[in-house]
């Protein structure tokens, strides 16, 4: 390793390491990402200022009370909007830090990878007023005093998710070994956001970092992680660095570049929701996805986990994600023809080069909301006093879950107390609701769980409205 740095981990011996030489996944607490996420936390970053646990958060906003006017609080608020410096943004600038005898450094890289939204970003400022904020606010203490719960997080995840992981799936699969080296963050006040950092150190191999972030805690304030949410995580971010770079192999970008494109046009704006801001990031993310529903069926996965994803992919507006991972099946069948995943990768274009016509078809199937009763939709004048809403769907649903999410306002903004159940042979919910006057409120149903009864999500919908 070219740098060090202080942090917390607990050794998780797996099943088998990528090589003999590859090192155990070990998860980490990092002093980097946690004090560059409590910046940007107290800089008023939406996406870093969640209190999931609110006990660490009561514990930021009460020992960096006297630093919240802090130069390095005051940089980032100038430049956060101005370059859009948030979400992976953030966690891409705390994993190219190096932290040596107790001061930050930007590491030189082979090639550079820090993400491209600090590339109009006095960096070597931000570095500076870094090391002085560590300085000052003593932030060592503040991490020595938590190391307890984060050494308590690390000992869950490991037992929870890393116990039956298995890493030799990937060489496996792919018909590869990495030659990267993996890590394991875990953003203990990160906000819940899970993002993957690749780095290019000088004279180092590449490092792949999956930072997930800590989001469910028990009653004591322990860190807790459910197999089902945070595994397909991991599986996930780990895929990215046998996928990406295919794409910029030979000629295929300029081959997948014209139906590709059109492909996005008709989900950019559910894609966008996801920071997903182009159609190469489709592609790959749309590879990987359907790579950890194939580590699913490999590692015999329950067929309702394997079915539950494949929906979730499909409410996440990766409609075709159940043919892609069909076809994924295929690959593994032909291993003689495709020795690794590169050499199938025009199956993949030929793919999409089909699916382009055929995907406004799907859209128009998807199920929609198409009335709320009394009518709140976009009204800034609605009854406070309303107790229950109606939500009638153009489709007859399953009927067998409900997916709603908050808003971008948070759960302070978040009108819906209890879910009632369905109506009308499964054409619409009720949902009881609670609101002050006075108020702006929002919820997000997805096509996670609002499935039509022939087999179609239901078209993400935002309900907005303002009380009078």
């Known amino acids: 390793?070219?740098?060090?740095?202080?942090?917390?981990?607990?050794?998780?011996?797996?099943?088998?390491?990528?090589?003999?030489?590859?090192?155990?996944?070990?998860?980490?607490?990092?002093?980097?990402?946690?004090?560059?996420?409590?910046?940007?936390?107290?800089?008023?970053?939406?996406?870093?200022?969640?209190?999931?646990?609110?006990?660490?958060?009561?514990?930021?906003?009460?020992?960096?009370?006297?630093?919240?006017?802090?130069?390095?609080?005051?940089?980032?608020?100038?430049?956060?909007?101005?370059?859009?410096?948030?979400?992976?943004?953030?966690?891409?600038?705390?994993?190219?830090?190096?932290?040596?005898?107790?001061?930050?450094?930007?590491?030189?890289?082979?090639?550079?990878?820090?993400?491209?939204?600090?590339?109009?970003?006095?960096?070597?400022?931000?570095?500076?007023?870094?090391?002085?904020?560590?300085?000052?606010?003593?932030?060592?203490?503040?991490?020595?005093?938590?190391?307890?719960?984060?050494?308590?997080?690390?000992?869950?995840?490991?037992?929870?998710?890393?116990?039956?992981?298995?890493?030799?799936?990937?060489?496996?699969?792919?018909?590869?070994?990495?030659?990267?080296?993996?890590?394991?963050?875990?953003?203990?006040?990160?906000?819940?956001?899970?993002?993957?950092?690749?780095?290019?150190?000088?004279?180092?191999?590449?490092?792949?970092?999956?930072?997930?972030?800590?989001?469910?805690?028990?009653?004591?304030?322990?860190?807790?992680?459910?197999?089902?949410?945070?595994?397909?995580?991991?599986?996930?971010?780990?895929?990215?660095?046998?996928?990406?770079?295919?794409?910029?192999?030979?000629?295929?970008?300029?081959?997948?570049?014209?139906?590709?494109?059109?492909?996005?046009s008709l989900v950019e704006k559910e894609m966008k929701s996801q920071a997903y801001g182009d159609w190469e990031t489709m592609i790959n993310e749309s590879l990987v996805r359907a790579a950890v529903i194939r580590y699913m069926i490999d590692n015999h996965y329950p067929q309702s986990t394997i079915d539950e994803e494949i929906q979730m992919q499909r409410g996440r507006k990766f409609l075709w994600i159940k043919e892609l991972t069909e076809l994924l099946g295929k690959y593994e069948e032909s291993r003689n023809r495709f020795p690794v995943l590169e050499d199938f990768y025009p199956e993949i274009i030929a793919f999409y080069k089909n699916l382009e016509p055929k995907l406004q078809g799907i859209i128009d199937n998807q199920p929609k909301v198409v009335s709320v009763s009394p009518d709140i939709m976009d009204k800034n004048d609605v009854d406070s006093k309303i107790t229950e809403i109606i939500i009638t769907f153009s489709k007859e649903m399953l009927g067998k879950g409900v997916s709603i999410n908050l808003g971008e306002s948070g759960k302070e903004h978040f009108p819906l107390k209890k879910f009632e159940g369905y109506l009308n042979n499964n054409t619409a919910i009720k949902i009881q609701t609670e609101m002050k006057p006075d108020t702006e409120y929002e919820f997000v149903l997805t096509g996670n769980k609002f499935i039509s009864k022939d087999g179609y999500p239901l078209q993400r919908t935002s309900i907005k409205f303002k009380t009078k």
């Open 1 to 264: 390793m070219i740098w060090t740095k202080k942090f917390l981990c607990v050794c998780i011996i797996v099943l088998s390491a990528f090589s003999s030489a590859q090192e155990q996944l070990m998860p980490e607490v990092d002093e980097r990402v946690e004090i560059v996420s409590i910046v940007f936390r107290l800089a008023g970053a939406e996406e870093y200022s969640q209190d999931y646990n609110k006990k660490y958060a009561e514990d930021i906003n009460a020992y960096f009370e006297p630093y919240k006017n802090a130069e390095v609080i005051k940089f980032v608020q100038e430049n956060r909007n101005k370059h859009g410096l948030g979400y992976d943004a953030v966690m891409s600038m705390a994993l190219h830090l190096s932290f040596k005898n107790k001061k930050f450094s930007f590491t030189k890289e082979k090639e550079s990878t820090l993400e491209k939204r600090w590339e109009k970003v006095e960096v070597k400022k931000f570095v500076s007023l870094l090391n002085k904020f560590y300085k000052n606010s003593d932030f060592q203490k503040f991490f020595d005093n938590h190391s307890a719960s984060y050494a308590k997080a690390v000992q869950a995840y490991g037992q929870s998710i890393l116990k039956d992981f298995n890493q030799n799936w990937y060489p496996h699969f792919y018909g590869k070994a990495p030659n990267e080296e993996y890590r394991i963050i875990l953003g203990y006040g990160n906000g819940g956001g899970n993002y993957g950092i690749t780095l290019h150190p000088e004279h180092h191999k590449t490092i792949v970092y999956a930072v997930v972030g800590v989001s469910d805690f028990d009653s004591d304030g322990n860190a807790i992680f459910d197999k089902n949410e945070f595994q397909p995580l991991l599986i996930h971010e780990f895929n990215h660095s046998f996928v990406n770079y295919i794409l910029e192999m030979k000629n295929y970008k300029s081959e997948l570049k014209a139906p590709a494109e059109k492909i996005y």
